[in-house]
């Protein structure tokens, strides 16, 4: 029975991840909390290299979508508006069931870097184009956290259940 609770905080978590949520620390808590109220199950190893796999997605999700914005030829003011952006647009899209954190994220790199490079004085071609690479840096970031995800879920699943 507890294994399906695990299975179910896990499955929850990397739902989340897409959404611009906290997925990674949903799952890196469920493997806690396994850990601590069924003895013997989760290891100490596997809970600190979950950490690090948390860690590692978060600073992947942040880079990323700053890294994509400078290749597409923003300022670091782009980079830092696309990802303050980011954060806000999914905090808004909240409210909007099902899809509207996602779609909020993203609007939220493209307007915010858009903006950043518009007030720095880049024409509007220029700051549609770093907006375009702050999107597609947010895409990419967000698929990969989700194979993080995946890797954290499989990790814990199997630790759990031997």
């Known amino acids: 029975m507890e294994i399906l609770v695990l299975a179910a905080v896990l499955l929850l978590g990397l739902v989340m991840i897409p959404f611009g949520l906290p997925g990674t620390l949903i799952i890196f808590c469920g493997a806690l909390g396994y850990s601590l109220l069924v003895k013997g199950s989760i290891g100490i190893f596997t809970l600190v290299c979950i950490g690090a796999l ?6 992947i999700e942040w880079t990323l979508t700053a890294k994509y914005t400078r290749k597409y030829g923003g300022s670091r003011r782009a980079s830092w508006g696309a990802i303050i952006g ?3 647009g999914a905090f808004v899209g909240v409210p909007v069931p099902i899809v509207g954190s996602i779609v909020g994220a993203f609007a939220g790199a ?3 870097a858009f903006v950043a490079e518009m007030t720095g004085g880049a ?3 220029t700051a549609t184009k770093v907006a375009t690479g702050a999107l597609i840096g947010r895409a990419v970031a967000a698929a990969m956290k989700v194979g ?4 954290m879920v499989a990790w814990i699943l ?3 259940m031997v």
């Not at 993080?148 to 890797?151: D, E, N, R, Y």
Request: glycine letters at 32%; hydrophobic letters at 60%.
């Open 54 to 59: 948390l860690l590692l997605g978060e600073v």
């Open 86 to 88: 980011g954060m806000v």
């Open 110 to 112: 493209f307007v915010g």
């Open 123 to 125: 024409s509007g071609g």
């Open 148 to 151: 993080i995800g995946v890797g």
């Open 158 to 160: 199997f630790a759990a």
